[in-house]
C-alpha cells in the first residue's frame, strides 16, 4: 500500500523557530502569548528567518531523495501559517530549491489532520500535539527531535501513542516499509 507522506517545514526542514523564539526573546515578546506569538509571525521576514534558521540536517536534499523513491503516492511539504506571505515564502523557497515538490499551506486556525486526510498516511513534524491529533484520525506519525541520533520505534517508547521518533527524514523509508501492509483506522476519544 503507498501511502502520503506529508513533511513540516519549520522544525523539520529549517530551523526557523529555534531561531526566531531567540528573537522574540530579544524582542522581550512572552512566548507563552498566543497572540503575541502569532503577531510576531504575521510581521517578521520570512526570507531572512528561513535564512538564519538554516537547513536542518541536509533536509532539502533527503527530500529530494524521498520524492524520487517512488515508495509514496505523493511526498507532500505540510505547513502551518499565521499570514499569507508567510505561506508564499515558504512555499517559493521550497520551489527554488525542489521544483516538483507539492507544497500545502495551511492556516494556523486548521488543524493539520482536518486539511488533509490523516488516515493511513504519514505526517513527520516536530510537535507532539500535531503528531497525536494525526494518530488519532488514523494517520502514522513521526516526531521529528533533533536531539535524538537513531530512529526510535514505538514499542520502544513503552507508551499507548505509537509514534515513532527521528532526526533523520530518510528513517520516514525504514517507518514506511515496516507498516507497508498495515491500515490504520480512526482512533476513539475515551
Keep these: ?21 531567540l528573537e522574540m526573546e530579544k524582542l ?13 509571525f504575521k510581521k517578521v521576514n520570512w526570507y531572512y528567518l528561513i535564512e538564519m ?13 524521498l ?3 517512488l515508495e509514496f503516492d505523493l511526498v507532500c511539504v505540510l505547513t502551518h501559517r499565521c499570514s499569507y506571505q508567510e505561506g508564499v515564502i ?17 492556516p494556523k486556525k486548521i488543524a493539520k489532520h482536518h486539511a488533509v486526510l490523516a488516515r493511513n498516511n504519514i505526517l513527520i513534524d516536530d510537535d507532539l ?26 514499542y520502544e517508547l513503552n507508551q499507548e501513542q505509537p509514534y515513532f521518533i527521528t532526526n533523520d527524514l530518510l ?3 525504514k517507518v514506511n516499509e515496516e507498516l507497508k501492509e ?9
Excluded at 29 to 37: A, L
Excluded at 182 to 190: I, Q, S
Design 1 to 21: 500500500m503507498k501511502r502520503n507522506l506529508y513533511i513540516d517545514f519549520d522544525g523539520v526542514i529549517f530551523d526557523t523557530i529555534t531561531f526566531a523564539f
Design 28 to 40: 522581550k515578546i512572552d512566548i507563552k502569548d498566543n497572540e503575541m506569538v502569532t503577531d510576531y
Design 53 to 65: 534558521g538554516g537547513i536542518i540536517n541536509d533536509s532539502l536534499k533527503k527530500i529530494e531523495t
Design 67 to 69: 520524492n524520487n523513491s
Design 90 to 106: 515558504k512555499e517559493a523557497n521550497l520551489m527554488e530549491a525542489i521544483p516538483n515538490l507539492k507544497v500545502i499551506t495551511v
Design 129 to 154: 500535539k500535531k503528531i497525536l491529533g494525526w494518530i488519532e484520525d488514523g494517520g502514522i506519525g513521526i516526531l521529528f527531535n533533533q536531539k535524538v541520533n537513531t530512529l526510535i520505534y514505538p
Design 171 to 173: 528513517d520516514i523509508l
Design 182 to 190: 498495515k491500515h490504520y483506522v480512526k482512533r476513539k476519544k475515551a
